[in-house]
């Protein structure tokens, strides 16, 4: 039989994967959208590479949530599926594959589910497309292979088929016997993987997944208040087997573990610490540099002004909004390049904040790092990022501004020009691999601040880990990354500043004028964002020009964002935040590390 | 509360994990068993080592399946038990941990486990020892910590109290509160762990264990085999996520994926392959090396003799028994010293082996690395290990020890000994991180060995996953190792020949006569055999002078085994089995490793 593979499979750009598919033997492949929206090449130009190597592109699978939906949520995927047929007539590729919704919007009706994926399949049919219809193991109603085609089959549309997929038909444990009543010509599509089974046993989890209390999902406050109520007073014991803890240092391992004792006997009222005290907003970020032109150059691009030099330092302030960059050229030369090494955080009472701190053993740094500077009070954060407890210009306490007395002279010309950035939006620390799970609960039980939800960025060499902390108010936010292989040096490894502006477009064209690299962003990653949404005459193509990337939440916020060259290891992005948008612009992390891949 | 943590928590030796542990203001820790064997240390030193580091030992594990068994099975606990309160004496600790049975023989019989656990119990008190009896998530008959207090409460001793672990608990979803009509004085230990949830979900399963076909646990070949009953035709397409392949090289992971559809076809019944030709024993290993005198010195004292010499190039013929080591010292000087380079396999017909191994995608060698050289088919492995397909010294076929004129002096003075060694046991080859499923598939469809289940053993720093092979007669027997740090310098990533014997005394003897470097086993080890077994007078003081480490199966069979020390990449095990033992000495893996560390 002939023989496809997803491209997801493969590691690397959408040519190397069609080129390792083609050598091996391949006969086809099944076109992950992620590699095409974040491909530089048209889709043509996929389809003529392709054909080249002798490969047909036997599947394309750019939607989700098409059938039992509303009819005003179905409106929608009609028009997105029309652009979406287009782009398959251009890869010359005719089998669309439909999962299963999951949405929480979907309903329990095989009828509508039906009826919806014949509409499909006649618009389909216009442009020579089939549709193959999935279950997912996971799907919200429609779960299994046989439900999927007593659908298909109430359809009883040609152009409609159904998917198979070892792994969702056998994870579930369904019986594979039942295919055998499908008619041969309405299988349209054969899916195959296999899976290693431990993944779902309790005693693998228990042996390779446990962590230290405060860094999973489990309730481990209520059972030890629960214990303690029950009159045990005996040792508060850790057993946790975890494949990083096994191979991380045991030093650092060690205090992480005390620390989620602490927080925990805190969490459970068993004994208090200082009251915690939350860190507001970004005082500053300080990146230090050998080489300070490539910095200040961006950094005059982007609008920013040098307001301050160090009286004995070369260490210069620059400002723009709320945002502030310290830039210290006064260390030795760094292995990488300008590197993100402390963060000022605006906290409420920063001597307090230090001593909630040390009591959950955060390494406490001296006040002072030269007898002449302002006093902070500061720590370390895991990663080696210090963190300085600051309040600017705020007359009761000891402000840092004051060791930069003003520049005579502004740094830029174009300082006539309003700013356009705000403030600091959030700052994305890389954290090293064995520190990620306690970077998270250093953050969260010294800073008290709230941790969301892990994600997995697809980068084009592995998974990217991903999870954004910020306080109530949102005013401070900080994104951990893990990168999937912490030896190499590449963008993965890059930390960022994310600039809040109240103005992207104004912000990007800045940029440009002033001749600073902007990440290009693949033409197919705009198309795609056509097929979803509808944007005022010229805003996409300004978006095209500029780079920017674009975002909407359920609720309607919205997210604009672009990213600069990367100087070092740092980079700059551009974000700009509308209707209550709470997110990070996840969506488009695969297209971005593509692009800075490149 | 007091705090402690459990030393299998931290990485190292155990003095490394006791002084991190008191360095981050621990109070005590649980002494994990595997730390106590493979420690040098008695176990006095041990416990004023952690005095003086201001730890207490408070709790100590050393049994498994106590409870609700056979009266035979349990009076061997007994004995045990007596041997392990000695320990736990000379450790000054006062509290034992069992778990719930596990085992197949435990029955379900509450009065029993009462009965068993308050005769273990009386022992203890003697000891001034108390007895935390804890449930399991997956204990055989009690998984829930309210049986578990049933159980006690029912026994009824002032010794016996039960331990909570939040793990066991909270994984189950067991509520938590129903801890509190426990007394408080009848809990005894309070064991803390988190758990990462995703690890038990079938959308995380999915996205990151997905494998090719034939590399994991799903019955992919009958699920293919009613699709094409059902009648279709089309293609066969791999759809996998895993986070390996993500960050593989393309090229390999594509060629690795063909292969398992091609396996898959042939189990499928789809398309024939040319018939397996299973290899059934060594011919030889190849040691490259450019240094050859600690390797020849080590054969020496092994019992080898150099018979042959190559009349073109450097390379000799180092035989003993069915055993035979080529060692080559033709090749440029390698970066990491004496390496294992090729394998000979015997082969019933290596034209038609070579012909099996092609149609699957093994990268094919040139039959002969040098005009003078005797013709041999041969492939690489996944591993860049080349195997060669032999049929030593049997007329119908070219024979490759014929490019080895014999030599005109026996190398050694002790040819007259009778050699104790007999043949290759085993070949243990460590694999590169992205290429383990995928040597598995290979040395499975490619030489059709039979995978054995895969075993995680503990290293100090990490957990090494290792998996073997065999053909129907274990005559040829491959061990795949996984270090879990594939970068590092260290004994992980060493190879080993394990050369079988049939008098391991005898050959221990040799080798301590010749000076040569055995690895030194801790004196704990062998108290614990003693707890465990019962051996003839006399028995354990050889094992424990020659560093013999010892198994024994269910039915009987016995494994002895000792370890050489390393050269450059590679050491030599000497191996005796007995009464059909067919494993690998697995439960004595964590004390080897970390023999090896020190």
């Known amino acids: 039989m002939r023989k496809s593979i997803a491209t997801v499979c493969l590691s690397g750009s ?62 929608r995927t009609l028009r997105r599926a029309r652009r979406k047929f287009d782009v398959m007539r251009r890869l010359g590729t005719d089998t669309l594959l439909v999962c299963s919704s999951v949405s929480p919007y979907a309903v329990d009706d095989d009828a509508l589910a039906a009826g919806q994926l014949s509409q499909l399949a006649d618009v389909a049919r216009d442009f020579g497309i089939r549709i193959a219809y999935e279950a997912l193991a996971w799907g919200r109603y429609v779960s299994t292979y046989g439900h999927a085609w007593r659908i298909v089959e109430q359809a009883g549309h ?11 038909i056998l994870s579930r444990g369904s019986d594979p016997k039942g295919i055998e009543d499908i008619p041969g010509e309405k299988i349209f599509f054969l899916q195959l993987a296999d899976a290693s089974l431990p993944a779902m046993d309790v005693l693998q989890w228990s042996r390779h997944h446990r962590c230290f209390p405060g860094q999973g999902g489990l309730d481990v406050t209520s059972l030890v208040r629960h214990v303690v109520n029950a009159g045990y007073r005996g040792p508060l014991s850790l057993e946790v087997f975890n494949d990083v803890f096994r191979q991380a240092g045991a030093a650092s391992t060690a205090v992480d573990a005390l ?136 007359p009761e306490h000891p402000d840092w501004t004051e060791d930069f007395p003003p520049c005579a002279q502004p740094a830029q010309a174009e300082t006539a020009t309003r700013g356009t950035i705000t403030g600091i939006d959030h700052v994305a620390l890389t954290q090293p691999w064995h520190h990620f799970d306690e970077a998270v609960l250093f953050h969260r039980a010294v800073l008290e601040l709230r941790p969301h939800e892990s994600v997995d960025l697809a980068d084009p060499y592995g998974l990217l880990r991903s999870r ?97 060259a990367t100087v070092g290891r740092v980079f700059f992005e551009l974000v700009q935040r509308t209707g209550g948008y709470r997110g990070y612009g996840a969506v488009n992390a695969s297209v971005r590390l593509a692009a800075q891949r490149r």
């Open 14 to 75: 959408l040519t190397e994967k069609l080129t390792a598919a083609a050598r091996a033997g391949f006969d086809g492949v099944e076109l992950f959208e992620n590699d095409l929206l974040a491909s530089p090449l048209p889709p043509e130009e996929i389809r003529s590479r392709a054909a080249d190597l002798g490969l047909s592109i036997d599947l394309y699978q750019p939607m989700r949530d098409v059938e039992a939906v509303p009819e005003e949520q179905f409106v």
């Open 158 to 168: 040609p152009s409609l088929g159904v998917c198979l997929d070892s792994f969702h």
């Open 259 to 394: 620390r989620s004792l602490i927080a925990l006997e805190e969490s459970a009222g068993i004994s208090p610490l200082p009251a915690p005290v939350v860190p507001y907003g970004v005082a500053f970020a300080e990146l230090a540099t050998a080489d300070p032109q490539p910095v200040t150059e961006l950094l005059g691009a982007l609008g920013f002004r040098r307001t301050g030099r160090h009286a004995a330092k070369p260490v210069e302030l620059w400002e723009q909004g709320e945002a502030r960059i310290v830039l210290n050229h006064a260390g030795t030369t760094r292995r990488e390049g300008t590197a993100l090494a402390a963060l000022g955080l605006e906290s409420p009472d920063p001597g307090a904040a230090a001593r909630r701190a040390e009591s959950l053993l955060a390494p406490v740094l001296p006040r002072r790092r030269d007898a002449q500077d302002t006093p902070l009070d500061a720590i370390a954060a895991p990663d080696g990022t210090e963190m300085f407890f600051c309040a600017t210009r705020r």
């Open 468 to 564: 954004a902390l910020s306080d109530d108010t949102a005013g401070l936010r900080l994104v951990l990354n893990l990168a999937p292989d912490p030896e190499a040096q590449d963008g993965t490894r890059a930390q960022h500043i994310a600039l809040a502006t109240d103005d992207i477009i104004a912000t990007g064209l800045r940029l440009l004028t002033a001749g600073a690299g902007l990440l290009e962003i693949p033409a197919n990653y705009y198309d795609d964002l056509d097929a979803r949404y509808e944007f005022a005459p010229g805003e996409l193509d300004t978006y095209r020009a500029l780079g920017i990337l674009y975002d909407r939440d359920e609720h309607g916020g919205e997210f604009r964002h672009l990213y600069t």
